[in-house]
């Protein structure tokens, strides 16, 4: 039985995953298919910004519509409309008969990106039990990364054909597959409490509980929801609840500002600035990537639950912050004293490797996973929604301005995204709790005892 129990509960966590699915291919899919949309629509580099940066802001503001949508309508129906919206999204854009209606359809989906980045991780979260909840939740970055690589194979393989609209068509099926997916799914139990239906509540956490785990959890979420009081907006920065917020920002922030879009929204240009000049070359180096960003979330997945999300982070952020520095000092030596560089591209290709394996088994699925559990069940979704929209601004920040920066620093950029990494280590080694293997009304309950002890990490 208990068997069954965790097959159901992968499942569920599997399908509101799609959402990460699609959020990677969304994200990564533009690169190629730039490059045929320019010619036909005949772009000039303002439009070309909007479009490719459309699903940026449209994720802000999804981010922020999925606090309170999941909060009114409930996690589930959240899901839903960003597998609606995906779809939507896919078929106006493929089907775009100018650049208007494709930067409309790009910000559409950048709404359902937004809005998945919300209520997917929460989702799983609040039907997860504790133990494995680290696992379960970091299925949606696994998904991402799939997504991400998953689009550098379409983009090739439609390259020939000049198929752009193929390439962003394509996603109205994974989109379709999370709608139906979803209906076929339960509600978060702990929404359901919140909103009051105690029975369909009991219910959806029989599908995923033994029966003797059921009735002990009930009481505990009730007692969280008695005890913190419903949060609006303004409220997020009570003094009970602030210091949850800063930790969900903070890292929200520092997944970005430690530079990972930079390599994966710009690895082709990078590779050859090094030395790989084939074009072929660096796509191939740029697949090479996909695949370490895949692979290496696993090495989460396997350890998350095990040894903790502060390990990870730690040892995350120490070999992120090493390979920028290195990759900062290389190509500055490359560049100052060697004519010849042929060292550089291996150097660069290896510590941008080293880079992704470090990020993909810490900041990547940990960041989601803390935002999705450092919350109290009655503030969980509005909090997660501004720590999610503090994500997307500050990756439309670095995205935007890398380059800019790049043009005005060189090398030294890395530099700059290490002294990042320096930061976000001491962030998370002196504010940044254990969450492991604790229920989410244990860590909410840790909380309030840090606010009245000022003890948080323990
Ligand atoms: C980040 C994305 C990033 C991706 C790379 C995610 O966790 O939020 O911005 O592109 O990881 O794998």
């Given at each position: 039985?208990?068997?069954?129990?965790?097959?159901?509960?992968?499942?569920?966590?599997?399908?509101?995953?799609?959402?990460?699915?699609?959020?990677?291919?969304?994200?990564?899919?533009?690169?190629?298919?730039?490059?045929?949309?320019?010619?036909?629509?005949?772009?000039?580099?303002?439009?070309?910004?909007?479009?490719?940066?459309?699903?940026?802001?449209?994720?802000?503001?999804?981010?922020?519509?999925?606090?309170?949508?999941?909060?009114?309508?409930?996690?589930?129906?959240?899901?839903?409309?960003?597998?609606?919206?995906?779809?939507?999204?896919?078929?106006?854009?493929a089907l775009a008969p100018n650049v208007d209606v494709l930067i409309a359809s790009r910000v559409l989906i950048g709404l359902a990106i937004g809005l998945t980045s919300v209520a997917a991780p929460m989702y799983i979260a609040e039907l997860s039990p504790a133990r494995n909840r680290g696992k379960l939740v970091s299925l949606f970055q696994l998904a991402i990364t799939i997504g991400i690589l998953v689009s550098y194979i379409v983009d090739r393989a439609l390259a020939?054909?000049?198929?752009?609209?193929?390439?962003?068509?394509?996603?109205?099926?994974?989109?379709?597959?999370?709608?139906?997916?979803?209906?076929?799914?339960?509600?978060?139990?702990?929404?359901?409490?919140?909103?009051?239906?105690?029975?369909?509540?009991?219910?959806?956490?029989?599908?995923?509980?033994?029966?003797?785990?059921?009735?002990?959890?009930?009481?505990?979420?009730?007692?969280?929801?008695?005890?913190?009081?419903?949060?609006?907006?303004?409220?997020?920065?009570?003094?009970?609840?602030?210091?949850?917020?800063?930790?969900?920002?903070?890292?929200?922030?520092?997944?970005?500002?430690?530079?990972?879009?930079?390599?994966?929204?710009?690895?082709?240009?990078?590779?050859?600035?090094?030395?790989?000049?084939?074009?072929?070359?660096?796509?191939?180096?740029?697949?090479?990537?996909?695949?370490?960003?895949?692979?290496?979330?696993?090495?989460?997945?396997?350890?998350?639950?095990?040894?903790?999300?502060?390990?990870?982070?730690?040892?995350?952020?120490?070999?992120?912050?090493?390979?920028?520095?290195?990759?900062?000092?290389?190509?500055?030596?490359?560049?100052?004293?060697?004519?010849?560089?042929?060292?550089?591209?291996?150097?660069?290709?290896?510590?941008?490797?080293?880079?992704?394996?470090?990020?993909?088994?810490?900041?990547?699925?940990?960041?989601?996973?803390?935002?999705?559990?450092?919350?109290?069940?009655?503030?969980?979704?509005?909090?997660?929604?501004?720590?999610?929209?503090?994500?997307?601004?500050?990756?439309?920040?670095?995205?935007?301005?890398?380059?800019?920066?790049?043009?005005?620093?060189?090398?030294?950029?890395?530099?700059?995204?290490?002294?990042?990494?320096?930061?976000?280590?001491?962030?998370?080694?002196?504010?940044?709790?254990?969450?492991?293997?604790?229920?989410?009304?244990?860590?909410?309950?840790?909380?309030?005892?840090?606010?009245?002890?000022?003890?948080?990490?323990?």
């Amino acid at each position: 039985m208990r068997r069954l129990e965790q097959v159901y509960t992968t499942l569920i966590a599997a399908v509101a995953a799609l959402g990460g699915l699609l959020f990677g291919f969304d994200t990564g899919v533009i690169a190629g298919a730039m490059l045929f949309i320019v010619p036909d629509f005949h772009l000039g580099p303002a439009e070309q910004g909007l479009v490719v940066s459309a699903v940026t802001f449209g994720a802000l503001f999804g981010a922020l519509a999925g606090g309170t949508s999941s909060d009114r309508f409930g996690r589930r129906w959240t899901n839903i409309a960003a597998g609606l919206s995906f779809v939507a999204g896919s078929v106006f854009s493929a089907l775009a008969p100018n650049v208007d209606v494709l930067i409309a359809s790009r910000v559409l989906i950048g709404l359902a990106i937004g809005l998945t980045s919300v209520a997917a991780p929460m989702y799983i979260a609040e039907l997860s039990p504790a133990r494995n909840r680290g696992k379960l939740v970091s299925l949606f970055q696994l998904a991402i990364t799939i997504g991400i690589l998953v689009s550098y194979i379409v983009d090739r393989a439609l390259a020939p054909e000049h198929a752009w609209r193929w390439m962003l068509g394509l996603a109205c099926i994974p989109g379709a597959l999370l709608v139906l997916g979803m209906i076929a799914m339960p509600e978060s139990p702990r929404w359901l409490l919140k909103s009051g239906a105690e029975k369909a509540a009991r219910q959806a956490l029989s599908l995923v509980r033994s029966a003797d785990e059921v009735e002990p959890e009930v009481q505990e979420i009730r007692e969280d929801l008695a005890r913190n009081q419903p949060a609006a907006w303004s409220e997020l920065l009570m003094p009970g609840l602030r210091p949850a917020l800063m930790v969900g920002i903070g890292l929200a922030v520092f997944q970005q500002v430690t530079g990972i879009n930079t390599i994966i929204y710009y690895a082709p240009q990078i590779f050859q600035k090094a030395g790989l000049d084939s074009a072929t070359t660096a796509l191939a180096a740029t697949a090479g990537i996909g695949v370490v960003n895949v692979l290496s979330t696993l090495i989460a997945i396997w350890l998350v639950d095990r040894v903790g999300r502060k390990p990870l982070l730690v040892a995350g952020l120490v070999g992120m912050t090493i390979s920028l520095a290195a990759l900062g000092a290389a190509q500055h030596f490359g560049s100052t004293f060697d004519v010849n560089q042929s060292w550089v591209a291996p150097i660069t290709v290896g510590f941008i490797g080293l880079y992704i394996v470090c990020f993909a088994f810490s900041l990547g699925p940990v960041v989601w996973l803390m935002i999705s559990e450092i919350f109290p069940n009655r503030a969980r979704a509005r909090a997660a929604g501004v720590s999610t929209a503090a994500n997307w601004t500050a990756n439309f920040l670095v995205s935007l301005s890398f380059p800019v920066m790049q043009a005005m620093l060189g090398p030294s950029l890395w530099f700059v995204y290490a002294a990042m990494g320096v930061a976000a280590f001491i962030f998370v080694i002196g504010w940044v709790p254990e969450t492991k293997g604790k229920s989410l009304e244990e860590i909410s309950r840790q909380w309030r005892r840090a606010s009245t002890s000022t003890v948080v990490n323990q």
